[in-house]
């Protein structure tokens, strides 16, 4: 594999060719989730895309170190430094201790990386695990910070170029930034927050400035230098970080270094998922998650299809049609593999190296998938190349688009909506019926089992294109 990789720096806003520190170990820092809560899809996007991101680098053969961290304390519920820790307003919610909570969500998020297929990273790292890290980072960074009642915050002046990530345009027009009494500039942020007076948290620590917790900025640049090491290759996080999360992360590590050194070389955002109905923040108590649209009857590897069908740079609008329009292009790939396997032709016959070269140019090329997609789809068609080449090939395009499909049976994708009132077998039963009543003309009975089965949720797919024989009705 000679293409070479080409990446978007938001750090520079320009696409850059990846050049590795060192080409024995890609390290790779992915902002996790805070668990306080499940995941909506829009989180899930970056975690998929930060996937794609590790399958691209092990498919070139780098070998590659990928950390993931999980916030269990410090973010707050403004994602500057006002409001309560959001853990703290879960607990409270579900009369559960923190760690309670911590655990449940965590476990939750788990799930949901292992139904899209991601990859699991080298280590997850815990933030309440490295409070002792965290205390002594800020204590190296002292020098940059001032104490104020609420706690040591960081005064952003100290680094020159703050924000140079995120670029704002001015300090009245950053409106995320939200006001604290005593800090001397609005972009300055919490490094350490001193519990109120006469008050005690679930989650709370002894340290130079007073009892309290660590930032949520400042885990990052702790875990990510002690896992990975300064500098490190890349560091992957949602659009929403780069505008103060990220620039805060740099402005620590400028100042822990007494460099320039933003603690990754290159930095890689995702785009929103974007929803019209407004299901994607959690604040408002509604919201999409996995589970949502497995409950509708969706395997969940048709939102990997989903995400995958727009480059990762691009806000991505869902809608339950372009859910299931990925879905049936998803069992196209199935179907068109099977009608491979079916073939009583076992030769190799014709070179797929065109074919593999344009999949490196594609994902070479800032991780194109769409067009790494519409590869795929060119070689499953391609009847020069016998079905055993064309099955042999079909492992690069799993490898790196993560959608099973050397394993994956077109029995597996259908899921049942948690409202369905028939089993897989009984729908089975009652299909079989019914092409017995037409074969007999008896069109009478073939219509009431039809209307058997929408009554339960099972719409019987007459004509379909596909061959699929039915499907479950959201």
């Not at 895309?49 to 410090?74: E, M, Q, S």
């Not at 080298?122 to 890290?133: F, K, N, S």
């Not at 069908?309 to 593999?337: D, G, M, P």
């Not at 190296?353 to 490196?360: F, S, T, V």
């Amino acid at each position: 594999m000679t293409i070479p990789l080409t990446f978007y720096n938001s750090l520079t806003r320009a696409a850059e060719p990846f050049v590795p520190i060192d080409p024995a170990l890609i390290r790779v820092y992915t902002c996790g989730p805070t668990v306080y809560n499940y995941q909506h899809i829009g989180n899930m996007r970056a975690f998929l895309f930060a996937d794609t991101l590790g399958r691209v680098l092990r498919w070139k053969g780098y070998p590659t170190k990928h950390v993931i961290n999980i916030t269990d304390v410090g973010h707050l519920t403004s994602d500057a430094d006002t409001g309560d820790d959001k853990m703290e307003q879960a607990a409270a919610a579900e009369a559960k201790s923190i760690w309670e909570i911590a655990a449940h969500y965590t476990a939750a998020f788990k799930d949901d990386v292992a139904r899209l297929n991601i990859d699991p990273p080298a280590e997850w790292t815990v933030a309440t695990d490295h409070i002792p890290h965290m205390i002594a980072f800020a204590q190296a960074i002292e020098k940059d910070c001032y104490l104020i009642e609420g706690g040591l915050y960081f005064d952003t002046t100290r680094v020159p170029h703050y924000g140079a990530l995120a670029r704002p345009v001015s300090e009245e027009g950053e409106s995320r930034i939200d006001p604290v009494s005593g800090k001397r500039h609005a972009a300055d942020f919490a490094i350490w927050r001193r519990s109120p007076p006469g008050e005690q948290r679930q989650m709370e620590w002894d340290s130079p400035w007073g009892k309290g917790a660590p930032g949520w900025h400042l885990e990052c640049s702790v875990m990510s230098r002690q896992h990975l090491g300064h500098p490190f290759d890349i560091h992957t996080g949602g659009i929403d970080h780069r505008e103060i999360h990220h620039p805060n992360e740099i402005a620590q590590n400028q100042s822990f270094c007494g460099c320039a050194d933003s603690g990754a070389r290159i930095w890689m955002h995702n785009n929103f998922l974007v929803d019209r109905g407004s299901k994607m923040s959690k604040s408002t108590g509604e919201f999409l998650r996995l589970q949502t649209l497995i409950d509708a009857g969706f395997h969940p590897l048709a939102y990997r299809m989903m995400c995958l069908q727009a480059h990762y740079r691009s806000e991505l609008e869902f809608t339950w049609e372009n859910l299931a329009a990925a879905f049936t292009r998803f069992k196209r790939l199935v179907i068109a593999r099977d009608a491979l396997r079916a073939r009583d032709d076992y030769v190799l016959k014709g070179d797929t190296e065109p074919y593999l070269a344009r999949l490196e140019d594609a994902v070479g090329d800032d991780l194109n998938t769409p067009r790494a997609l519409t590869v795929l789809d060119d070689l499953l068609a391609d009847k020069r190349l016998s079905p055993a080449t064309r099955l042999r090939a079909l492992g690069n395009f799993d490898a790196v688009l993560g959608l099973k499909l050397e394993t994956l049976g077109r029995a597996d994708l259908r899921l049942r909506p948690f409202t369905a009132t028939l089993t897989e077998s009984e729908i089975d039963a009652h299909l079989a019926a019914r092409r017995a009543a037409r074969a007999e003309k008896d069109f009478a009975r073939s219509d009431a089992i039809r209307d058997t089965l929408a009554a339960a949720g099972v719409e019987v797919m007459d004509g379909d294109p596909l061959g699929w024989d039915w499907k479950l009705t959201v």
